[in-house]
């Protein structure tokens, strides 16, 4: 005799089945609800926002930057400019000064004012209170036929060269 082996089917309560399978996980001591909606992820469009705002405002930025920093290159080689005018007028000036006290300058302005060149010299010695060396008088020049030009006057922007010379004059 032979058996055959049939499966045995479950009485049927009269409800119908679903198709729900029970998995078994691992109990981590928190109860979970099954009305508790999956967490959902944040949405991305705030954050893209955010992001092309933030690279936005640093070109505007670094675009601020560099018009100031532009601004800024012109100013210092404007001033770098005149100072180099500046001190061409500076150089030009000492110049001018070293001529007018050359001796042959000082000399010649000396001759056009009617003065002479002392002959001999004599000096005074103070420790001892005696005069060393023998003064003489200057010879009288002759007198000059033309009469003497005047001193060079240089008006000053602040009007101070018109009183020098309106001192001369008197």
């Not at 100031?68 to 180099?84: K, M, N």
């Not at 070293?98 to 010695?125: I, N, T, W």
């Amino acid at each position: 005799m032979t058996t055959t082996l049939t499966p045995t089917r479950r009485r049927s309560t009269g409800r119908p089945r679903t198709a729900t399978r029970r998995t078994h996980r691992p109990v981590t001591g928190v109860a979970r609800s099954r009305s508790v909606p999956r967490p959902s992820h944040p949405p991305r469009m705030p954050f893209v926002l955010l992001i092309v705002g933030l690279l936005g405002g640093g070109l505007v930025s670094l675009l601020l930057l560099n018009t100031v920093l532009a601004q800024d290159a012109f100013a210092a080689h404007e001033l770098r400019q005149r100072t180099t005018l500046l001190e061409q007028r500076e150089q030009a000036l000492q110049q001018e000064v070293a001529r007018a006290e050359a001796p042959e300058a000082l000399a010649g302005k000396a001759r056009a004012l009617g003065m002479v060149p002392a002959s001999g010299s004599a000096f005074v010695d103070l420790e001892r209170g005696k005069v060393v060396g023998k003064a003489e008088a200057a010879p009288n020049p002759a007198p000059n036929p033309a009469p003497n030009p005047a001193p060079e006057t240089r008006t000053r922007s602040d009007g101070a060269g018109d009183a020098r010379s309106a001192e001369d004059a008197r």
